[in-house]
């Protein structure tokens, strides 16, 4: 039998720690994009405090969830919301991990070129801006309780998948010697993906919170 003693307040609290962590990751990202965008090497230490802080916000938050379903053994609906923050909290210590990564290929790229063309900086600043939305949809629904709103989802999927494929294509059209050369190049594919996998994994938290509330998958395309 689920035993509710406690249950509310426990997950209030992890309800208010989700809501700084996702404004954690928020901060991480855009700072590791404004490097990328502007070639500043500098920002990589930045990132690197906060993804180390991030594994500790990622221990506490697991832990308390686990207590959570050692002394609540929730059921049904409640198992269902503590699981989906379970998976929230390894998604947006993926998302900080992410960023690191693009902060730290950052370095490499401000050795070896000088600029980037427009047509990379535009698309990579759009997937951003779609990602930060993305971000404070997902935040919103978790530590609000929120329903998913499934259309404003699959407009913000779609922008991500169109400015992604924008970027590669510009990419694989460059000139070999373009920003430093093929290093240069495999880098800013590399920034390019996480972004995309980023949007994707916030994505399937949403479907995951979605089916949490309502015990039914969400139809993306």
């Excluded at 959570?68 to 053994?73: C, H, K, R, T, V």
């Excluded at 690191?100 to 050795?111: P, Q, T, W």
């Excluded at 590669?168 to 920034?191: E, F, Q």
């Excluded at 995309?196 to 995951?208: F, G, I, Q, T």
Aim: proline letters at 2%; one cysteine or more; aromatic letters at 4%.
């Amino acid at each position: 039998m689920p035993i509710r003693t406690g249950l509310d307040s426990r997950i209030e609290e992890v309800r208010a720690e989700l809501k700084e962590y996702f404004a954690e990751a928020k901060m991480a990202y855009t700072d590791a994009i404004e490097a990328f965008t502007k070639l500043d090497s500098e920002v990589y230490s930045e990132v690197k405090k906060i993804r180390q802080h991030a594994r500790e916000v990622n221990w506490d938050l697991t832990n308390n969830l686990l207590l959570i379903l050692a002394l609540n053994q929730p059921l049904m609906k409640d198992l269902r919301i503590v699981a989906a923050y379970l998976r929230s909290v390894d998604t947006i210590e993926r998302l900080i991990r992410h960023a690191r990564d693009i902060a730290r290929s950052d370095r490499s790229l401000d050795e070896n070129a000088s600029e980037l063309p427009e047509v990379i900086i535009q698309s990579v600043l759009g997937m951003h801006d779609q990602l930060n939305a993305l971000i404070d949809m997902t935040s919103k629904c978790f530590t609000e309780v929120e329903e998913v709103p499934g259309d404003e989802l699959r407009i913000i999927w779609r922008k991500i998948k169109d400015e992604h494929k924008i970027a590669i294509n510009a990419l694989s059209t460059l000139k070999s010697d373009t920003m430093g050369g093929k290093s240069a190049r495999l880098d800013v594919v590399n920034i390019v993906s996480r972004v995309e996998r980023s949007a994707y994994n916030l994505v399937r938290l949403c479907s995951l919170w979605h089916h949490a509330l309502n015990n039914e998958n969400i139809i993306l395309d």
